[in-house]
């Protein structure tokens, strides 16, 4: 069965940084590209950053600069680090394969992130 787990969201000021942990299980985690996405309300869900499985990092061009992706496949556990956080970025963060699980069915609880003074 596959699992998802984010943790590290919260309340930041602009400006502010975080850190965006996930935690997978119940796949080969090491043959996927792995995905950070979030979902701003009324917005649809959108790819913000992505790493391959042997690698290789693209952004969104409305993260490039500010985020950093990055994957640990001992622990099958894939990272964002945000800094310059800006209240757009407010939105519940979700990590999956890209592209997502079972045509997008499978998704964790995700993570809140709110950037507001």
């Known amino acids: 069965q596959v699992q998802l787990v984010e943790s590290g969201g919260g309340l930041v000021q602009p400006g502010g940084s975080l850190r965006l942990s996930c935690a997978a299980s119940?796949?080969?985690?090491?043959?996927?590209?792995m995905g950070w996405y979030r979902q701003a309300p009324g917005k649809q869900r959108e790819l913000v950053a992505r790493?391959?499985?042997?690698?290789?990092?693209n952004y969104a061009d409305s993260v490039k600069g500010r985020f950093t992706i990055s994957r640990d496949n001992a622990k099958n556990a894939v990272y964002l680090q945000m800094n310059s956080l800006k209240p757009e970025d407010t939105a519940v963060y979700y990590c999956?394969?890209?592209?997502?699980?079972?045509?997008?069915?499978?998704w964790g609880q995700g993570t809140q992130v709110t950037v507001s003074s």
């Open positions: 999956n394969t890209d592209p997502p699980l079972n045509r997008g069915r499978d």
């Open positions: 119940g796949i080969i985690f090491s043959l996927f590209p």
């Open positions: 790493v391959s499985s042997s690698g290789n990092i």
